[in-house]
């Protein structure tokens, strides 16, 4: 843990001087050694969480890249120990989704908190429940693919650990959103219409129900279970869900 301390130490006090070849070479070996690390102490774990937080809001672009990276990195590699630290984690993920400056802070940002979320099945999503959904919308129509495919899964996850308490804000979300969602199911990048599809299952739960319509044919052989719960919705949407042979 100490060779933790200690590389990060370096690795996060990257000079904004440096080339950005050295940069990401810094980076990169610091992300292999931590990838092999295994974290148990806790004092210690918490002098390195202490490290992150300062990095995450540092005015250097790099840095605060770097340090949600290595969130998602202790995520993996500790998911116990994280989830006793989830409120900082997920304070200093959130805090990442808004950064002004850097659009590859925010993927980021979203990479770990979907990492964070799976880990821990959602708890301690609360709180932030509300900005999280709100800014993963803004991003779901993003020019850059990558951008836009992370926020499409984290929609879709968001879609699972609503909860009860979250359910009516999240429900007015997804009708905000609906129309953007449909379109990238025919995303120009195959990654995140494929993305998409799953995310579009996840939110159409969320839609109101129609009372008295049904929909019974052979193509609901396809996917039983999903064609009955969306028997009871919009029926262009089923339709469109088979047209594009989403089910």
């Not at 006090?13 to 070479?25: D, E, G, L, N």
């Not at 699972?160 to 308490?165: E, P, S, V, Y």
């Not at 959103?177 to 998409?196: G, I, M």
């Amino acid at each position: 843990m100490e060779q933790m301390q200690s590389i990060l130490g370096q690795s996060l006090s990257i000079p904004a001087s440096q080339p950005k070849r050295k940069k990401a070479s810094v980076i990169s070996c610091f992300s292999k050694l931590s990838g092999k690390l295994k974290f148990q102490k806790r004092e210690t774990l918490k002098n390195v969480f202490s490290i992150l937080a300062e990095r995450a809001r540092d005015p250097n672009a790099t840095k605060r890249h770097l340090a949600m990276r290595s969130l998602g990195i202790l995520a993996c590699e500790a998911p116990d120990q994280v989830r006793k630290y989830r409120k900082t984690v997920l304070d200093l993920l959130v805090h990442g989704l808004y950064d002004p400056v850097s659009s590859d802070v925010i993927h980021q940002s979203m990479k770990t908190l979907t990492i964070v979320l799976s880990k821990t099945q959602g708890k301690g999503l609360g709180p932030f429940f509300p900005d999280v959904t709100l800014q993963t919308r803004t991003l779901l129509d993003d020019e850059n693919d990558s951008v836009r495919h992370s926020a499409v899964i984290l929609f879709g996850q968001l879609a699972t650990f609503a909860g009860r308490k979250w359910k009516k804000f999240f429900t007015v979300q997804v009708k905000q959103t609906w129309d953007s969602l449909l379109t990238h199911l025919q995303d120009r990048n195959p990654q995140v219409a494929k993305a998409c599809k799953t995310t579009v299952r996840a939110c159409s739960l969320y839609l109101e129900r129609r009372k008295g319509y049904s929909v019974q044919n052979e193509e609901d052989q396809r996917n039983p279970r999903l064609s009955r719960q969306l028997s009871y919705h919009h029926p262009e949407l089923l339709q469109f869900l088979y047209a594009n042979k989403i089910l």
